[in-house]
């Protein structure tokens, strides 16, 4: 979606973004309404590598689209929290009724302003659905920039790409008295549907699939490399362990001169409590990684997901702090592909 014409919508409708600018003249937008970086734009290029949501096209559309009792998904990167079954399903383990809770997205996210950059803070108290423990926390987000990865590595075809980049830095703080439950970062970057997840593995490993039957056309597993081809109407989620991931994940979608890939960089510690479980399993631990395909009456996109190991009850701490890179690229099929193997050692098939 167009950068500028973006702007002037969420003005228009009470909803005001900020823009952060790299030196290299990446330009992301950031929606403090949901706390979101709504789209990452190349230098001199107006249109975003993230989905947006298609309600926010026109005035119209978006104001009927705000004042609704829906759950708010402008699109773009967010942060939630894990694990899922306890900030989202406030009957589970009756999975019937899915809610975000308003206080988490949109929350109330402030910007604070200093020496020419800004950062965005949600201070929340969240109910956990199992033993309906509340639990006060403070998330906070800034953005500083990532360089392309290959600016001292190129090959002739790299000058025909486009590149953008940022480092997301979030923190996530426990601010209740007393033992508090562990509680984990999530970060879910959401771009156009259609294209190929890249994850490189260590080892040959099996992804878990949460939700959904995914086909074996569509999920194709070599030694080092899960391809799923993120193309299924419906809705369908996979997670891999941290063990397998070595923390850096790929998106290819588009075709011809207007190939794009983003590629997230992020730490993994296997040592770490990873507490997203998935839903019927609630015993299964340690997925860093996972990859959500939406083509359903919530619109039509595909998820990169990423998660921190978490904080509080077993080693009483309550603070967290994650960071992690941005790559994003577009130009000609070819040089998009060489990329992909340059980053993700991942042949396309």
């Known amino acids: 979606m167009n950068r500028l014409k973006l702007v002037e919508t969420l003005a228009a409708v009470g909803k005001p973004t900020e823009t952060w600018e790299s030196p290299d003249g990446t330009k992301a937008l950031v929606l403090p309404y949901g706390g979101r970086i709504l789209g990452l734009f190349a230098p001199g290029d107006d249109e975003s590598f993230f989905w947006t949501h298609t309600a926010l ?92 990865p290959l600016r001292y590595d190129r090959e002739p075809a790299d000058s025909t790409v486009k590149f953008a980049g940022y480092t997301l830095h979030a923190s996530l703080q426990l601010r209740s008295s007393g033992p508090t439950p562990q509680v ?55 997670g891999v362990r941290a063990a397998a991931t070595p923390g850096r994940v790929g998106y290819l979608y588009g075709s011809g001169n207007a190939t794009s890939l983003v590629v997230r960089n992020f730490t993994v510690n296997p040592s770490g409590e990873y507490i997203d479980v998935p839903w019927a399993d609630t015993d299964n631990f340690g997925f860093a990684f996972q990859a959500c395909n939406v ?21 009483d701490s309550s603070r967290s702090d994650d960071q992690s890179q941005m790559w994003a690229f577009r130009g000609p099929e070819a040089a998009i592909r060489s990329i992909a193997r340059r980053l993700l050692a991942a042949e396309i098939k």
Do not use: C
Request: glycine residues 8%.
């Open 57 to 148: 096209n026109n005035v119209a559309t978006a104001r009927e689209f705000y004042e609704g009792k829906q759950w708010h998904n402008s699109g773009g990167e967010r942060t939630w929290l894990a694990p899922e079954v306890d900030f989202f399903f406030p009957e589970f383990p009756d999975l019937k009724t899915y809610f975000q809770q308003r206080e988490l997205d949109p929350g109330h996210y402030q910007v604070t302003k200093k020496n020419g950059g800004f950062s965005w803070t949600n201070r929340a108290t969240l109910t956990l659905s199992r033993g309906k423990r509340k639990v006060d926390l403070e998330i906070t987000k800034s953005l500083s920039p990532a360089l392309n």
């Open 184 to 238: 984990g970062l999530w970060h879910l970057a959401q771009m156009p549907h259609g294209g190929d997840m890249l994850v490189p593995t260590f080892f040959r490993t099996q992804p878990k699939i949460y939700m959904g039957t995914i086909g074996p056309q569509d999920l194709i597993v070599d030694e080092h490399l899960v391809n799923y081809k993120m193309r299924a109407t419906g809705e369908h989620k996979i």
């Open 295 to 315: 083509n359903s009456n919530l619109g039509a996109f595909s998820e990169l997901e990423y998660h921190v190991p978490a904080v509080g009850a077993q080693d």
